[in-house]
């Protein structure tokens, strides 16, 4: 009896003890919470965030570097008809490709005499710094960040351009040493200006915050009176300084418009060039002449 | 706790936050992966109660909140895996005979602890408006989300509930 009623004492502080632990860890919660909250940019907690990169960067590189062999193998196991089915689709398409080149030719050249124009003019050449992807922020996070090999020591800072061969990627939020932190285009944060069309309309891309096939992003025209039509291409508007998205590069098609008579503006659907579900190889556009401890990819045209 | 026991903890932790970020998303469905922070926070608090695990899931929360590719407001994850290492804890503080649980138990103890952390989280989100999502994306995005802890929970709870019950401090036997 004595032993019984010694244990519920027992059970009764531990039980004390662990609600005192948790209000006091729920309190430390909600001020972490706030702080970054209220902070924005420059909150107390980005330091801890920066400290937190520098120690966990290298090691998520290293995991990347030894699983990536490992993630390769699905592909070896492609059989004989699936790949014969790529070739038959890829000469369809060169075909295709082919004939659009043949006709559009002329108008391409007097495009590459004028770019080459207005590169000369303004000299404003950029460079790339290669770099894979680490690490990917999970879904249930809600949002859509990834983490690249290179850092400031690569020449990258915050507000920079991140693309691979098929589009845009997104930009720099913030960077350590060794490691950045990319923004995805898709994520429900991000904002790019963009240009559709022939007539080169400008509107504001919005993520919706998915990703894999269903990952689209919404883009709103300034112009009402504009109607994007589907497969024209949106190419980012670029900012001043080229900071944080240069001009010109691609993001994606328009697969569906919609208006709604009480909006004002016309909405397209747009689905993005970039597969941002296996995400490897990307680029940072740095300036010319970025002091990098890499090799920098030199874009055409770029002195 | 001794120094050692808490770089082993911090170890453990470090270890799944890598894994989670580095390793799963290569096999993740639509960019869920598996809450491997969560499965450690819960397989502590199933051998070594609340109060354990409350400080665990705080720490390992602010590890997922700041570790590199997080972008989101910092202490979201550590409120969740605070609240869901107390919770995980009092079913063990409950049961009457303070063994170990069976794997039944184990099992809902993970599903409801994914739901509930997941849920945490989401409407945190919700709260301060970072960033603004679909409702019905977040319902499935939870549903999955259990779906891959309970998956995991035969090969990561085992071990972690017996490196955790290795270092509980002796009882004085009555």
């Known amino acids: ?303 | 706790m001794s120094v050692a026991r808490g770089l082993l903890a911090t170890l453990v932790l470090v270890v799944a936050v890598v894994l989670q970020v580095s390793f799963f998303p290569h096999v993740a469905w639509q960019g869920v992966v598996p809450n491997l922070v969560l499965l450690v926070v819960v397989g502590a608090a199933l051998v070594r109660g609340p109060r354990f695990a409350s400080v665990l899931g705080f720490a390992g929360g602010l590890a997922v909140d700041l570790a590199p590719p997080a972008d989101h407001i910092a202490g979201r994850w550590a409120l969740a895996f605070v609240v869901v290492g107390y919770l995980a804890g009092r079913i063990r503080q409950e049961s009457a005979d303070r063994g170990r649980p069976g794997a039944t138990a184990v099992v809902l103890a993970v599903a409801a602890s994914s739901f509930i952390g997941t849920s945490i989280y989401a409407f945190s989100g919700l709260l301060l408006r970072d960033p603004v999502i679909d409702v019905t994306e977040m319902v499935t995005t939870l549903l999955v989300a259990v779906v891959w802890d309970v998956l995991l929970t035969p090969f990561v709870l085992p071990p972690v509930m017996a490196l955790f019950s290795r270092w509980q401090p002796s009882r004085v036997a009555y």
């Not at chain 1, 209220?38 to 960067?57: H, I, K, Q, Y």
């Not at chain 1, 909405?267 to 990098?292: H, Q, Y």
């Open chain 1, 1 to 303: 009896m004595a032993r019984r009623g010694l244990r519920d004492h027992e059970d009764h502080e531990g039980r004390r003890a662990a609600r005192s632990t948790l209000i006091v860890l729920l309190l430390a919660c909600a001020t972490v919470i706030t702080l970054d909250y209220r902070g924005g940019t420059d909150s107390p907690v980005e330091p801890a965030r920066r400290v937190v990169g520098e120690a966990l960067g290298p090691v998520e590189s290293v995991t990347s570097s030894a699983v990536r062999p490992f993630v390769a193998i699905p592909q070896w196991f492609h059989s004989q008809s699936s790949l014969r089915g790529d070739v038959r689709d890829l000469e369809a398409e060169n075909a295709r490709l082919r004939s659009q080149v043949a006709t559009s030719g002329l108008e391409r050249r007097r495009l590459a005499e004028y770019d080459a124009l207005a590169r000369s003019a303004s000299d404003t050449g950029y460079s790339l710094v290669p770099a894979h992807v680490i690490a990917y922020g999970s879904s249930q996070s809600f949002s859509h960040t990834v983490t690249i090999d290179a850092g400031t020591r690569a020449g990258i800072t915050a507000d920079m351009t991140v693309l691979d061969n098929d589009g845009l990627v997104g930009r720099v939020v913030r960077a350590t040493t060794t490691t950045a932190t990319v923004l995805l285009v898709v994520d429900a944060d991000s904002v790019v200006g963009g240009r559709v069309g022939r007539g080169q309309q400008v509107g504001f891309l919005r993520g919706r915050g998915e990703i894999g096939d269903q990952g689209r992003l919404d883009l709103d025209l300034v112009d009402s009176s504009v109607v994007p039509t589907e497969g024209d291409v949106v190419v980012t508007w670029g900012s001043q300084g080229g900071a944080p998205y240069v001009s010109g590069i691609p993001i994606g098609r328009v697969v569906s418009v919609y208006s709604s008579a009480r909006e004002s503006a016309q909405r397209a659907v747009i689905a993005p060039s970039v597969d941002f579900g296996a995400l490897d190889l990307v680029g940072v556009v740095v300036p010319a002449g970025t002091r990098s401890d890499r090799t920098l990819v030199q874009a055409e045209g770029a002195r």
